[in-house]
């Protein structure tokens, strides 16, 4: 284990961190401890047709309705958070609840009664919730990205969202609550004034304009299984199912492979140590992992060094 590695985690992303402690720019980072859209188009230079919009105040209504529009409800319906995570937090202050069963993404509340929580497709396994599973709240942030639409559409249930993920954007910190309105209400209540940037509301129509959910759910799919067949390539044991992301049975598979400028999330957080979740990369971050992957192993198969 590199002693210059920092501790993982709790939630990944912490791709900066490590580059820094490692001595690399964190552009050079392979950051697949985060999940994001492989096959979204860069976001750059979107942001800066609306430079303009750091002079002034953020007025959601406009962004909300065409999200609206684009999720098939009622903008009633609807709420803007600064990213997945204050839809979490707005819900959880509100309702409260405990998660249905463990493993959970560890954002979700652990509380006694309430409404039960569930992601969809699952986090960590991945897996599409089957037909008459029941949760009173979904958190759909990578729902998109598994069946190319934006929602289940259940009825009478919470939904959190999270439109970083599909759009790869996590600097723009944009995601949602879809609910009764009433309960739209309480939780925007619960919101401070101005949460979502007024250059995350600008950027939002057009990123809503360019999104292809089917073809890029095909995309992820196919890239997924790319990352399967390099994976087990290696002689590692590979879980996959319907996310942007497989899980890796392998310890230590991040110590080993941050130090070659790749970093991958350590599952110990899931209560899953020695084993890893890897995002699925587009075809260059393939191409470099298989490198990665020859150099790490040293011809050594994993467990055997």
Request: charged fraction near 20%; aromatic fraction near 4%; charge should be negative.
């Amino acid at each position: 284990m590199s002693r210059d590695l920092p501790p993982a985690g709790a939630h990944g992303g912490d791709g900066v961190a490590v580059a820094r402690a490692l001595g690399i720019d964190p552009a050079d980072l392979l950051d697949l401890s985060q999940n994001m859209n492989p096959a979204a188009p860069d976001v750059g230079a979107l942001v800066s047709r609306h430079l303009e919009a750091l002079g002034r105040y953020a007025d959601p209504r406009e962004a909300t309705g065409l999200l609206a529009d684009a999720l098939g409800v009622g903008p009633e319906r609807l709420l803007l958070t600064n990213g997945g995570s204050e839809a979490i937090h707005l819900v959880h202050q509100e309702l409260g609840g405990h998660v249905r069963s463990e493993p959970e993404f560890g954002l979700h509340p652990r509380g006694e009664g309430g409404p039960t929580w569930r992601t969809d497709p699952h986090s960590p396994t991945g897996r599409l919730a089957l037909p008459g599973e029941v949760a009173d709240v979904w958190d759909e942030a990578f729902y998109a990205l598994a069946t190319g639409r934006w929602t289940a559409g259940r009825d009478g249930v919470v939904v959190v969202g999270s439109l970083t993920k599909t759009f790869h954007c996590p600097g723009l910190r944009l995601g949602y609550v879809l609910a009764d309105p009433a309960v739209v209400e309480a939780c925007a209540r619960r919101q401070p004034h101005w949460s979502v940037s007024t250059l995350a509301l600008a950027v939002l129509p057009d990123l809503l304009e360019r999104a292809e959910l089917p073809a890029w759910a095909a995309t992820v799919a196919g890239l997924r299984a790319e990352l399967v067949g390099l994976l087990q390539g290696h002689g590692l044991e590979v879980e996959a199912a319907d996310a942007p992301w497989v899980l890796v049975h392998e310890p230590h598979l991040r110590e080993r492979l941050a130090p070659h400028g790749v970093l991958v999330r350590d599952c110990t957080s899931f209560g899953l140590p020695g084993v890893a979740r890897v995002a699925v990369p587009g075809p260059d971050g393939l191409e470099r992992l298989a490198g990665v992957l020859d150099r790490a192993w040293r011809g050594a198969p994993p467990g055997r060094e």
